[in-house]
């Protein structure tokens, strides 16, 4: 079963960074936070992983508290193509299950 | 990343048909790949693990006997869907796992498969 909370849905300016928030406060010490895309019709798309540090990417940037309750995921600049579902998952690489994620829209 | 090709990416059936659906890891060997179903407006939902050599893990909920999985090689697995009806109707995603990574272990998923039962 997912272990993470996602706000439902979020809008951002097209250019601007958007900040996409995920709660999983019961992640294990061997788990990691993956994060993933679903553009409609499509399979889903890696975008970033990490265990306790930050971690970036030519995508974008994962930015994991301290405690590891918690992660965001950074699009820096976002464009109309980032226009889809992200799904933050908590898993140890084996099985992911997927929650209900975060619909972002980014706007002309 | 990794490459996963699905094949067909859509298909439609006739009811009480079977339907093959193919995963394939194009670049690299998946000892483990994942099967996947979702529904219009939903999440994605893990229906089985399937490990290359072996019989296939279902998770709860799923019934074996209706969709049944193949993993003969380290590139190829098969699901099939037996005596499909019209609930079965949805898209189905397979993963694979690449070994590449060091740390932690991504999933690479195909294109998805459209199916319809008529």
């Known amino acids: 079963d997912a272990k993470t909370t996602q706000p439902p849905s979020m809008d951002c300016a097209e250019g601007r960074a958007a900040n996409l928030p995920c709660n999983h406060s019961?992640?294990?010490?061997?788990?990691?936070v993956y994060w993933y895309r679903q553009i409609h019709s499509q399979g889903p798309q890696y975008i970033i992983h990490?265990?306790?540090n930050n971690e970036t990417n030519e995508m974008a940037s994962l930015i994991i508290t301290e405690d590891r309750k918690s992660s965001t995921l950074i699009l820096p600049h976002a464009t109309l193509r980032d226009t889809a579902v992200y799904y933050c998952?908590?898993?140890?690489?084996?099985?992911?299950?997927f929650g209900t994620g975060t619909s972002l829209t980014v706007i002309p | 990343g990794a490459v996963v090709s699905q094949h067909p990416s859509w298909v439609i059936c006739k009811s009480g048909t079977s339907v093959k659906i193919e995963c394939r890891s194009l670049?690299?060997?998946?000892?483990?790949m994942f099967w996947y179903r979702q529904f219009p407006k939903q999440s994605l939902m893990l229906m089985a693990t399937?490990?290359?050599?072996?019989?296939?893990?279902?998770e709860q909920g799923v019934e074996k006997d209706k969709f049944l999985i193949n993993h003969a090689s380290l590139t190829l697995s098969t699901l099939t869907v037996t005596s499909a009806h019209p609930e079965d109707s949805s898209f189905y995603i397979c993963?694979?796992?690449?070994?590449?990574?060091?740390?932690?272990?991504?999933?690479?998923f195909g294109q998805g498969t459209r199916l319809t039962v008529v």
């Open positions: 993963s694979a796992r690449s070994p590449q990574v060091s740390r932690g272990t991504e999933a690479f």
């Open positions: 019961t992640i294990s010490g061997n788990e990691y």
């Open positions: 990490g265990l306790k």
């Open positions: 998952i908590v898993s140890t690489g084996n099985q992911f299950y």
């Open positions: 670049d690299f060997q998946a000892t483990t």
């Open positions: 399937s490990n290359e050599g072996s019989k296939a893990t279902y």
